[in-house]
């Protein structure tokens, strides 16, 4: 396993403050098309509807054609009342135990239940707040935006599961981000913030595991945006009605740090917030090493963390010039161009998109090794 760093691109400008959407007039939740709708019925924030739940109160409007990641799909289309009306009150639970954090877990988030359901002795806890995004701060944003919530939180959880060691893991880059912070955390003596050195990667448990030196057997492992979002179903039976995206990018007058309502419309947030210097732009999604190309009409749901504005290059594929630069990037040091010559498959691939974002030659490299793009 290697560790490299990226280079930042200088033409990217980083702004951590952050913005808040909460009144887009508009949400678009994705719905199964076949599921019967009725038009001006009233929604109240936090009701199960289509794909998702509702993030405002307000009545249906009717459906429209949207983007849920890369695929096209119908939404639901909320108008805004702006009243907040909801379908729960917000009450905090008094007494948590393993069982109930564990029901409570299995009726809002799969993911998290699996994590929870065989869970048995804990010797730590691991709490990952790092985007391995080089622009990109989510996870130490989310802590700093709920510190308390979490910090209180995550003390409930170390008594719960008898946890000898629990680390709240940032990158070393990051430490100002959250040097605010450090009284809050300093008043929590069971909680210990460790720096790692920025390096790509540490997004992925496989690779922070093996940089902390620690077992997979008896940790228990969570990212920052899991624990913000375990702490709300645990104590409240509630999900986060917003999401932080990051929106960036060489054509980007000014980057952003938004928390947006979800299923608020890309297109009316960048309307309201971010200026586009030329308009021969191209739109990428979460990644500028393995991420996917995207348009206005995306939904902005729990997958989206950022969006670059990007100068279209065209480029073209050519032969392999044998350089060497994906061999000496690749974390798991695939011989690639063997691979590329028998164009042959390899088990061992990541598809973390290293190897394709260095080759001179452009060449979709992790489509001979993964076989899909
Ligand atoms: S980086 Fe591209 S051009 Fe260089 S050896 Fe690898 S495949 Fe060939
Ligand atoms: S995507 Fe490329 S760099 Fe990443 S593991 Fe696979 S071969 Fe290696």
Do not use: W
Not at 28 to 46: E, G, Q, R
Not at 168 to 180: A, D, M, P, R
Not at 184 to 205: A, C, F, R, W
Not at 229 to 248: A, G, M, P, R
């Amino acid at each position: 396993m290697k560790y490299i760093t990226l280079e930042k691109n200088p033409n990217i400008k980083i702004n951590k403050k952050i913005e808040y959407f909460y009144n887009p007039d508009y949400i678009y939740i994705p719905f199964d098309n076949k599921a019967k709708i009725n038009v001006d019925s009233l929604v109240l924030k936090d009701m199960p509807l289509g794909e998702g739940i509702s993030s405002v109160s307000g009545k249906i409007l009717g459906i429209s054609d949207v983007y849920n990641k890369q695929n096209k799909t119908k939404a639901l289309v909320i108008a805004n009342d702006f009243r907040e009306k909801c379908a729960k009150i917000k009450k905090r639970k008094d007494n948590i135990d393993i069982l109930s954090l564990v029901k409570s877990v299995s009726l809002y988030d799969e993911k998290l239940f699996n994590i929870f359901k065989s869970l048995n002795k804990v010797e730590r806890i691991i709490i990952n707040a790092i985007d391995d995004e080089l622009y990109v701060a989510n996870n130490i944003i989310n802590f700093k935006e709920n510190i308390n919530d979490v910090l209180e939180f995550l003390d409930k959880l170390i008594f719960l599961y008898k946890a000898k060691e629990t680390l709240i893991v940032i990158k070393n880059t990051e430490s100002e981000l959250i040097e605010e912070c450090l009284d809050i955390i300093g008043s929590y003596p069971l909680i210990k913030l460790t720096l790692l050195e920025n390096v790509h990667l540490l997004s992925q448990k496989e690779f922070l595991l093996n940089k902390l030196k620690v077992s997979e057997n008896n940790t228990l492992y969570l990212t920052m945006n899991d624990l913000v979002k375990l702490e709300k179903i645990v104590n409240y039976n509630l999900l986060d009605s917003t999401k932080i995206i990051t929106i960036c990018g060489d054509l980007v007058q000014e980057s952003k740090v938004i928390i947006v309502k979800k299923y608020t419309l890309l297109k009316n947030i960048i309307t309201k917030y971010i200026t586009i210097k030329d308009n021969n732009y191209i739109l990428i999604c979460n990644s500028l090493i393995n991420g996917f190309r995207c348009n206005l009409d995306l939904v902005i749901t729990d997958d989206i963390n950022v969006i670059y504005i990007m100068k279209e290059k065209l480029v073209e594929e050519e032969a392999c010039i044998k350089c060497g630069k994906c061999l000496s990037i690749c974390p798991k040091n695939i011989d690639i161009v063997d691979h590329l010559e028998k164009n042959k498959k390899c088990k061992l691939c990541l598809k973390c998109g290293l190897c394709n974002y260095i080759c001179p030659s452009h060449i979709n490299l992790t489509k001979v090794l993964k076989g899909d793009d």
